[in-house]
């Protein structure tokens, strides 16, 4: 009887667990299973044979054993479906993912790789996967690709310009100023003045829309809560240039001499006003005497040199043809920019003579051509070493080897009085559009004060010139008008 085939009374409850039964004596029948194993194959399947002892596992260990093999094949069916899914990107709807998805939550799974549903333990026919009802592919696991691979150790300490998506930027970061980030990011905008105007700019429209909190002052919460979450999102950006650095450092000085009880709408207005005052004097009104000083210093009949395109020395040009002097030019480009091209076409307009080179091939014949060198600047270090764009070195070497001048144009909004700089590894830019896995090109290099035989700034000097080592002195003049 079945009571006696399983050990079992009659009566036991279905949901039991039993042992798998004993095979029945040689030339007989085999007997039936009980109730329970029936309606329950997995558990027969799974059941331990009793102990050659005689001994049976009780209730409670057979349930947490059932869950601990039931836990085991969840992971090894997670892990055969990670692994499919890195063989195979993007599987079709309703395949292997499915499958395992399936075969991970069906109770009818069987044991020794052996798969069926519920439907076909019970005799009705299986169904073959249907896809999702959302119509979405199952997800892919993506690998992100690092853009700093190619760049060797040594210069791992350099940054690099990325785009920062917006939803990654802070709450409190304002729109203007994420606008102003992925023109850096991008490079739209390049120039180190002209990314600071942006960013003054941007900055006046976080100013009008502050509202200071309740029990708070404007001089205490516009700096950490305000204006700090725009920098670092800025910086995320693009590292910032010097002159952004010093134009920020004078705007925090600035809200920090407002007095605690200071109206909101009152130091809002100063604040904005100080903004429009800095644009204009050192910005706009420093282009205009820094080009009319270097102007100054060209002579009819004379041959300088540049080297890509640059502001300041595009309107030093321009501004001499219109005093009515004649003078030839030659442009080395630089070949990774292309903006010397644009300065060519622009000179030859105003009716200029103009000498091309593409890149920096054949410079020692350009510069023994030359008379002087008129160079562009990205910054000016506190020992007089000048950052420009990478190739500047280069050129300023050549000419001062034939001993001629070399000339640099900087406004003193770009000047570092704190920081010194012997080599271009120290304060430098990974060009985002020149790095791959083979390469990579900063963006600046450094040249010695010694090949500047002196630089122009808005600052009035009886010859023109300033001594590249006397930036300090020029700042402090700067500061205290009353210093000889």
């Known amino acids: 009887m079945a009571?006696?085939?399983?050990?079992?009374p009659v009566g036991a409850p279905a949901s039991a667990p039993a042992p798998a039964a004993t095979p029945a004596p040689a030339g007989g029948n085999r007997q039936p299973t009980t109730a329970a194993a029936a309606a329950s194959p997995t558990a027969t399947a799974t059941a331990p044979a009793p102990a050659s002892s005689g001994s049976q596992l009780t209730p409670v260990q057979l349930k947490a054993k059932a869950k601990a093999e039931k836990a085991a094949r969840r992971a090894q069916v997670k892990e055969t479906r990670d692994v499919a899914a890195l063989a195979a990107p993007v599987p079709p709807a309703g395949g292997a993912a499915s499958d395992a998805k399936g075969g991970a939550k069906g109770k009818g799974k069987q044991q020794d790789g052996t798969q069926g549903t519920g439907a076909q333990a019970q005799g009705r026919p299986a169904h073959p996967h249907r896809p999702s009802m959302s119509g979405r592919r199952p997800s892919i696991l993506v690998?992100?690709?690092d853009v700093r691979s190619g760049i060797p150790e040594c210069f791992s300490h350099v940054p690099m310009a990325k785009r920062m998506p917006a939803s990654q930027a802070h709450k409190d970061v304002h729109p203007a100023v994420l606008a102003v980030g992925q023109e850096m990011a991008t490079f739209a905008i390049r120039d180190s003045i002209a990314r600071l105007e942006a960013t003054l700019l941007a900055f006046k429209k976080v100013i009008e829309s502050y509202e200071t909190p309740k029990g708070n002052s404007l001089s205490r919460h516009f700096v950490p809560?305000?204006?700090n979450p725009q920098i670092e999102y800025l910086t995320e950006c693009r590292p910032m240039c010097f002159s952004m650095g010093n134009a920020i450092r004078?705007?925090?000085?600035?809200?920090?001499?407002?007095?605690?009880?200071?109206p909101e709408d009152e130091a809002k207005e100063g604040l904005l006003g100080a903004i429009d005052v800095f644009i204009k004097e050192r910005v706009m009104l420093a282009e205009f005497v820094i080009a009319r000083n270097a102007a100054a210093i060209i002579k009819d009949g004379e041959h300088v040199l540049?080297?890509?395109?640059?502001?300041?020395?595009?309107?030093?040009?321009l501004q001499a043809s219109e005093d009515g002097k004649t003078f030839e030019v030659s442009i080395v480009d630089d070949p990774y920019d292309g903006g010397g091209r644009e300065l060519a076409k622009a000179l030859r307009h105003a009716g200029i003579r103009v000498f091309y080179s593409p890149n920096l091939g054949g410079l020692n014949a350009i510069a023994h051509r030359a008379t002087n060198a008129l160079l562009g600047a990205e910054a000016i270090f506190a020992n007089g070493s000048l950052q420009a764009p990478a190739g500047t070195a280069d050129v300023a070497m050549a000419v001062s080897a034939q001993l001629k001048k070399v000339i640099a144009l900087c406004e003193t909004i770009n000047f570092d009085r704190e920081r010194i700089s012997v080599d271009a590894l120290t304060y430098n830019e990974v060009d985002p559009e020149r790095n791959t896995a083979e390469s990579f090109r900063l963006l600046f290099d450094n040249t010695r004060d010694k090949y500047i035989s002196g630089v122009v700034t808005e600052f009035e000097t009886g010859s023109g010139l300033s001594p590249a080592q006397s930036i300090l002195a020029l700042l402090r003049k700067q500061e205290d008008p009353t210093i000889a």
């Not at 009571?3 to 079992?8: D, I, V």
Request: avoid cysteine; hydrophobic fraction near 40%.
């Open 250 to 262: 004078l705007l925090k000085a600035k809200v920090n001499k407002f007095d605690i009880d200071t």
């Open 3 to 8: 009571s006696e085939a399983s050990g079992a």
């Open 225 to 227: 809560h305000a204006l």
């Open 306 to 317: 540049t080297y890509g395109r640059h502001r300041l020395v595009e309107k030093t040009l």
């Open 143 to 145: 690998v992100e690709k």
